[in-house]
């Protein structure tokens, strides 16, 4: 039988695209030999994500922890920044409303999304896609179950896409971060826990999903640092820390879509008879690495497209226009967000200001657009974080 729409990866994106097509009356395949599993990431799912998918999943859909604090410890020493004493010694505390962020298993999480793809009348086949070619007629798949074909093929792949590589081309190293560090298991926490570094620019993190601490740091590939180096340097931090003292820890690294702003506007997206969706897209945040909301918001798109008009072209235009236009001003931001300095004088007002904490706590729920970003933060009257951020 020839589907309509061949799904190859069944992470957020593709378990979103096939939920909302399958509804729709078309026949969906997907085609995953490993997932759902744990993935190298903080777990965090913003209110905004979760509202996407209110359609699909129960409340009790999965397990969740919700966060009402963000902690954002001391930046990180090897950084150059020069952060005033009153932060140096307590960092700054966030709060979060209810429906700002919740930390779930990317296992439990993506377990849901797909049953609840399959629920719809998608089909699963525990295959992996070795061979994708594209003619007038549709799209031929070659996979360990056998050849399929289908008249409309979906990467949904992720950053190492098989889909985007015949399709397209891969990522450059120089368009990726490697994402590496540590499952805590038998530990977890009420809050999450940040420390903003300039070197590597980003972030170290401790997400606490329900039964163990998500605690890595990210970098983009071609800065000359290991997976291993990554993974040293997070220990370290965990210890300086005091976090999960007794916990089990498991290794991880994944890589991650890290693009430029100018990629965002060259980025193939699709084409006659094929589409790309979430990492294998490109679409991550630059500045946050966060990457679940946009995968299934492309995915929506996508599946919205393909039912109404069938026009690969309006899909382009409507990630262009919603999505690529906003990562692109992120990736503009990105290195004067990062800088030592920037960084420091940011800890600062965190620890000082009601309204900055108010402004970060809507940039972790996805609710504060980076289009704004600047001139909230002028309104909050902390001039000198102002400027730096007008002037990076």
Known sequence: MRDDVAVVGAGPAGARAAFVLARGGARVAIFDRSHPREKACGGG???????????????????????????FATVDRNSTATTPRSAESAGAAVPLDDDALVIASRTAFDSALLDAAVRAGARLIKARVTGVAIDAHGATLDTTAGRVTADFVVGADGANSLVRRRVASPFRRDQLSIAAGLFAHGATSEEIVIQLTGDPPGY??????????????CAQADAGLTAASLRGRTAAWIERMHLAPRAAFEPYAWPIPSLTAADYKSMPLAGARWALVG?????????TREGIYFALRSGDMLAETLMRACDHSLYVRRVREELASELARAARLKAGFFRPAFLGLLLHALGQSTAVRRVVADLIAGRQ????????????????????????
Request: charged share 20%; hydrophobic share 55%.
């Open 45 to 71: 799912i913003t209110g905004r994500a979760l509202a996407l998918v209110g359609d699909a999943l129960a409340a009790d859909a999965f397990p969740r922890t919700i966060v009402r604090t963000a902690r």
């Open 279 to 287: 990492d294998a897209a490109g679409l991550v945040d630059p500045i």
């Open 204 to 217: 170290i993190w401790s997400f606490p999903r329900p039964d163990h601490l998500a605690i890595g740091i």
């Open 369 to 392: 657009s980076y289009a704004t970003l600047k001139w909230r933060l002028i309104k909050t009257l902390e001039v000198g974080l102002a400027r730096r951020a007008l002037t990076a």
